[in-house]
């Protein structure tokens, strides 16, 4: 499925534990990319989660340490077969896509500077909220399978549908993470 249109089937995958492996094999292929720029990758979004069911779309979330610096790169991802989105919306992020030879969406990564750490803890917190919590992983995947049927491939929907969910995880994964860290 591709979420550049928004008339597609929306697809919700299986939990596959080759999604680990497919984050490890893409991010030794894209480091050289980053250059010395890069400080971190991870894997974040429901593939980061074991036995949560998903659009098969690995998310990464990388730490820079200048996303302006990052800019000037944009020629190595394009090799890369990805597609420099810029900040897509989001004022301080780099966002990537790459899609296979079918048009289908396999990888988006998500760069923030070191300093946005709030942006960068939101993501982290709320994939380890949901790998600790199973009743709150069943919840969201129960949330993307209704919005998956009823959004009939409209990706606006599917999101919109879950922005009030993901916010108040976000809420509380701070909380918690503020609470374990103690």
Not at 33 to 40: M, Q
Not at 127 to 137: C, L, M, N
Request: charged share 25%; hydrophobic share 40%; glycine share 6%.
């Amino acid at each position: 499925m591709t979420t550049r249109s928004s008339s597609t089937e929306i697809v919700l995958a299986e939990a596959d534990p080759g999604w680990s492996e497919a984050f490890t094999v893409e991010t030794e292929r894209i480091r050289p990319a980053f250059g010395a720029l890069l400080i971190a990758l991870h894997h974040i979004g429901s593939t980061a989660v074991p036995g949560l069911r998903a659009k098969p779309v690995i998310d990464m979330l990388a730490v820079v340490s200048n996303v302006h610096a990052l800019d000037a790169q944009a020629a190595r991802f394009q090799a890369l077969g990805y597609e420099v989105m810029g900040e897509f919306g989001l004022p301080g992020r780099r966002y990537f896509r790459r899609d296979d030879p079918h048009g289908v969406r396999t990888h988006q990564v998500h760069a923030y500077a070191q300093q946005s750490s709030s942006e960068i803890e939101r993501h982290l917190n709320f994939r380890d909220y949901i790998r600790e919590h199973p009743e709150t992983a069943r919840a969201y995947a129960n949330l993307k399978q209704r919005l998956a049927a009823d959004c009939h491939g409209d990706v606006r929907c599917y999101s919109d549908g879950k922005a009030a969910f993901i916010r108040e995880i976000e809420q509380r994964a701070a909380l918690w993470k503020a609470t374990s860290s103690r």
